[in-house]
Structure formats: structure tokens, C-alpha cells
T-cell receptor, first 115, second 114 residues
Framework: EPEVTQTPSHQVTQMGQEVILRCVPISNHLYFYWYRQILGQKVEFLVSFYNNEISEKSEIFDDQFSVERPDGSNFTLKIRSTKLEDSAMYFC????FGTGGNEQFFGPGTRLTVL | AQSVTQPDIHITVSEGASLELRCNYSYGATPYLFWYVQSPGQGLQLLLKYFSGDTLVQGIKGFEAEFKRSQSSFNLRKPSVHWSDAAEYFCAVGGAGNNRKLIWGLGTSLAVNP
């Protein structure tokens, strides 16, 4: 069964460093998402991506964040200069195109720890 | 404002007992409603969804949920819980637009006693 994969599973970085979180969505899906979950808090929407551009972003997704689909299979989230408060679990999701309540398929997440 | 409330942070049930996890939502448009489950070290797996039609929806692993528009609720139920059901359960709401970002509840952690 196709699945969304994410690497690495755990990333530890120093404050101020750049990190890139990688995701491989399901191959025929067209919509891509990043969410994050700070420990003990709700899962929060960060950004959605369709047709090689951002379709919506939350207020969390400031200039320090960027997304890219560099090669037609990977979908990356870059944080340019990490802060302590960026420590969280980051989930990637993808969705097929179509009407109806199409579900988002989630990866296992990347736990980012900023020291 | 759009929001999802899961009033129960943690629930413990005995194996074989029935289960109901509560979810209330606030959403301006017609909602799509979802329940996801997360086991330790795993991703978020869809249990079931409601889009339209029959307000009682069946999902995987013997779960069901009932959409009650008048109560803005989408409670998850299972008649007989198995030890393997111990996990974190998340209720989420999304819209019908192209973006369909999900708004999440805080989650309910389910423990199952043998």
C-alpha cells in the first residue's frame, strides 16, 4: 500500500542553524501539506502546496520557512534559522485531487529538537 | 472561529468495554470531519470520515462515528475495545475548498486495561 515517508525521523540542531525536513508523498497525489505538533499542543497547519506553489499558509509559516518540490517526488520544508520554539513533530501529508472528503495521508513525522 | 474540542485528554477503559470519544467543532461552512489515530512512533492513520449522507459512518478497526449537526459533534465509538486500540485519537475538521487544511483537536489518549 502506498504511503508517505519522511526523513529523518529525528533531527537535532543548534539554534540558528538551517534544517531541511524531507517528505516523499504518495506518487499520484497533487496536494501536499506540512503540519506541526509542539509537545502537548494541537496539531497545527503550516502550509499547503499545489501545482508547484503555496496555496495557503498559516501565520506560523513566516519568512523563516519555505517549501519546495525540487524533483517531482520529494517535498521539503526548510527552516532557515531555527529557534527553540521550532522544536516540534513535523508531519507531511498528501492528498489526491478530486471532490468529496478526500483524506490526507500522513507520514510518520520528523521530530525536530532545537537546542 | 474554527476550532475542534476534544474534552477528554486521557481515557482508560477495560478491554472489552465500550468506548466513546467526544469531539465538538466550530466551523463556519459545511464541515468535513475526520478521526485519525496515532500509535507510538507511527504516523496519523485515518479511522473514518464524514462528508455527507448517512450521519453514522463506519470506519476501520470496528470504529464508528455519528455526526450530529445540531450538537456540532462527531463522537467516535467502539462497542468492544481491544488492547491494541491503545493510542492517541485526534478529531479534525476541514472544508470543501481546494485547500482543505485540517483543524485539529488536542487529542485523546486512550489506555486499555487488560
Amino acid at each position: 500500500e502506498p504511503e508517505v515517508t519522511q526523513t529523518p525521523s529525528h533531527q537535532v540542531t543548534q539554534m540558528g542553524q538551517e534544517v531541511i525536513l524531507r517528505c516523499v508523498p504518495i506518487s499520484n497525489h497533487l496536494y501536499f501539506y506540512w503540519y506541526r505538533q509542539i509537545l502537548g499542543q494541537k496539531v497545527e497547519f503550516l502550509v499547503s502546496f499545489y501545482n508547484n506553489e503555496i496555496s495557503e499558509k498559516s501565520e506560523i509559516f513566516d519568512d523563516q520557512f519555505s517549501v519546495e518540490r525540487p524533483d517531482g517526488s520529494n517535498f521539503t520544508l526548510k527552516i532557515r534559522s531555527t529557534k527553540l520554539e521550532d522544536s516540534a513533530m513535523y508531519f507531511c501529508a498528501s492528498r489526491d485531487f478530486g471532490t468529496g472528503g478526500n483524506e490526507q495521508f500522513f507520514g510518520p513525522g520528523t521530530r525536530l529538537t532545537v537546542l | 472561529a474554527q476550532s475542534v474540542t476534544q474534552p477528554d485528554i486521557h481515557i482508560t477503559v477495560s478491554e472489552g468495554a465500550s468506548l466513546e470519544l467526544r469531539c465538538n467543532y466550530s466551523y463556519g461552512a459545511t464541515p468535513y470531519l475526520f478521526w485519525y489515530v496515532q500509535s507510538p512512533g507511527q504516523g496519523l492513520q485515518l479511522l473514518l470520515k464524514y462528508f455527507s449522507g448517512d450521519t453514522l459512518v463506519q470506519g476501520i478497526k470496528g470504529f464508528e462515528a455519528e455526526f450530529k449537526r445540531s450538537q456540532s459533534s462527531f463522537n467516535l465509538r467502539k462497542p468492544s475495545v481491544h488492547w491494541s486500540d491503545a493510542a492517541e485519537y485526534f478529531c479534525a475538521v476541514g472544508g470543501a475548498g481546494n485547500n482543505r487544511k485540517l483543524i485539529w483537536g488536542l487529542g485523546t489518549s486512550l489506555a486499555v486495561n487488560p
